[in-house]
């Protein structure tokens, strides 16, 4: 008889990075890095998150000063750093999370209007606050995915509602331990 408690394996589990360095940096920042790669590790594990997108060209819209960009940087991504917000980009360079040509001073969705089409593997959006234009986020970025490419977004339960706006097209997890309340990510681009 099957034991009741016994769990399928994911053949990811052996990829996700936890307790990724993060010595040098406020506690703001060691805080948020947690939290993503809990929500990391949630997604590949639960095989919503194609491991190949974590290697190649990632922009990380509304970066913040970059705690989903240093997670997705462990993973062997190329990423980009969207913010609208000149200080917290400074935060992100004086840390050396990202790399000043790669901490971009713009409006995430004019950002990615810039960008040609099928050109990034994968567009993030880490703690959105409950007014972001989330939808548009959703179709520009589709826009300038390769396929298989995907799109995650996350958000406290504030943001909610405005998240869930994006479950048709792709998963939603209500919350994950220790990290986020609300996370949705997108199937993979056809
Ligand atoms: C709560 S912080 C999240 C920072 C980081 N992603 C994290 O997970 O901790 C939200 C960030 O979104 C940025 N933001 C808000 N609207 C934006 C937009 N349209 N384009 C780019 N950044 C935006 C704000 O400046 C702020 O830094």
């Not at 000149?86 to 360079?93: N, P």
């Not at 040609?116 to 606050?129: D, P, Q, S, Y």
């Not at 589709?142 to 490419?149: D, S």
Request: hydrophobic share 35%.
């Amino acid at each position: 008889m099957q034991n009741r408690y016994s769990i399928s394996t994911s053949p990811h589990t052996s990829m996700v990075k936890l307790n990724i360095p993060t010595e040098s940096f406020d506690s703001y920042l060691q805080a948020r890095i947690k939290s993503i790669e809990y929500v990391i590790a949630t997604l590949l594990i639960n095989e919503l998150l194609n491991p190949g997108n974590l290697k190649g060209k990632a922009v990380d819209i509304a970066t913040g000063s970059g705690p989903g960009a240093w997670v997705l940087k462990q993973y062997g991504a190329d990423v980009t750093g969207v913010d609208t917000d000149r200080k917290v980009l400074d935060e992100a360079t004086k840390y050396g999370v990202l790399k000043k040509e790669k901490a971009v001073h713009q409006d995430g969705i004019e950002y990615l209007k810039g960008l040609e089409k099928n050109t990034i593997n994968l567009v993030t959006a880490f703690r959105v606050m409950h007014d972001f234009p989330a939808l548009e986020l959703y179709e520009e970025s589709t826009r300038v995915l390769k396929p298989k490419g995907q799109i995650i977004v996350t958000g406290t339960f504030d943001a909610r509602d405005l998240i869930l706006q994006l479950k048709p097209y792709g998963f939603f997890v209500d919350y994950v331990p220790n990290a986020e309340t609300s996370v949705f990510i997108s199937k993979e681009k056809k």
